[in-house]
């Protein structure tokens, strides 16, 4: 489970990487909110989640696992289109969609949080 999050969190680098060098070409910085929870979200929070579950054992093999990583991974980009369509369309119509997403992400880390004070050893 591990060595599978630190290749999805690398996809995410690619993708907020890119959103920043494409950003900075443009002189256009209004993707910057998508730009930074894709890179603190998706690449650092996900890399060190997938390296402590690789490292221990622990907190990998158990549900709490599963239902971190897939909260996380399918509310995130949940979160992220929402974010783009607010700030490019400027309006506030798709706010339940950044809203739903962060709320999938917020219950995959607490459901994280959870699995690491009670089961890391
Ligand atoms: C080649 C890689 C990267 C490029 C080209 C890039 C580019 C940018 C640009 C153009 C901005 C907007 C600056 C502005 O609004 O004035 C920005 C903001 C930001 N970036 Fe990146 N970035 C890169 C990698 C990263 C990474 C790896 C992280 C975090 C892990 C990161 C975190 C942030 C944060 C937190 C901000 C907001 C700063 C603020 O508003 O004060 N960036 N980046």
Redesign the pocket.
Same mark, same amino acid.
């Given at each position: 489970m591990g060595i599978r999050m630190i290749k999805i969190s690398a996809v995410y680098?690619a993708i907020?990487?890119i @959103?920043?060098?494409y950003?900075?070409i443009v002189h256009q910085?209004a993707l910057?909110p998508v730009?930074?929870h894709i890179? @603190?979200l998706g690449?650092?929070s996900l890399t060190l989640a997938g390296l402590l579950y690789h490292l221990f054992p622990d907190i990998s093999r158990n549900m709490l696992t599963k239902i971190h990583v897939w909260l996380h991974n399918i509310g995130l980009p949940i979160m992220m289109i929402g974010l783009t369509l607010t700030l490019v369309m400027n309006t506030q119509t798709f706010i339940p969609i950044v809203a739903a997403g962060a709320t999938l992400v917020a219950i995959g880390v607490l459901v994280f949080v959870y699995n690491v004070v009670k089961n890391l050893k």
């Open positions: 680098f907020g990487m @959103l920043g060098y950003m900075s910085y910057t730009h930074v890179n @603190l690449w650092t």
